[in-house]
């Protein structure tokens, strides 16, 4: 049986990456025109390729890492990300307020301290 946290980041690598593949075809279909004239096909796709990949990330996190605290803290990290980064990215694209700049990158900060957390955890393991 899964745990609870498991099945949170189950649920949410699941949302994002159906939301991701979602995004992906909406911009290049339906919002084609609206990132074309802003010059943000780029930006759009961004967002989604880097959700996409902590989507998975999500979802592989229970089956890879021991500890609950180190996989409680990356798993927090990458939802954070997602929502800051690709969020904003998305909200940029579609030529939202710019105020939305200076949030990118905390989700990228975001991102970089879970994959920080796992670098961490892969040293602790190979040394015990």
């Not at 745990?3 to 649920?11: A, I, N």
């Not at 991701?20 to 930006?43: N, R, Y």
Request: with cysteine; charged share 10%; aromatic share 10%.
């Amino acid at each position: 049986m899964q745990s609870k946290r498991s099945l949170l980041y189950h649920c949410c690598g699941s949302l994002f990456a159906l939301s991701a593949v979602l995004l992906g075809a909406f911009g290049a279909h339906a919002l084609k025109e609206t990132l074309l004239a802003h010059d943000s096909v780029a930006t759009w796709e961004t967002a989604v390729r880097y959700q996409m990949w902590h989507a998975l990330a999500l979802l592989i996190l229970p089956h890879c890492l021991q500890s609950q605290g180190i996989r409680r803290a990356t798993g927090i990290c990458f939802i954070v990300g997602i929502v800051l980064f690709s969020g904003s990215l998305y909200g940029l694209a579609l030529d939202g307020p710019k105020w939305l700049g200076p949030i990118t990158p905390l989700g990228g900060i975001s991102f970089l301290c879970g994959w920080s957390l796992l670098l961490f955890s892969s040293f602790k393991s190979a040394s015990a």
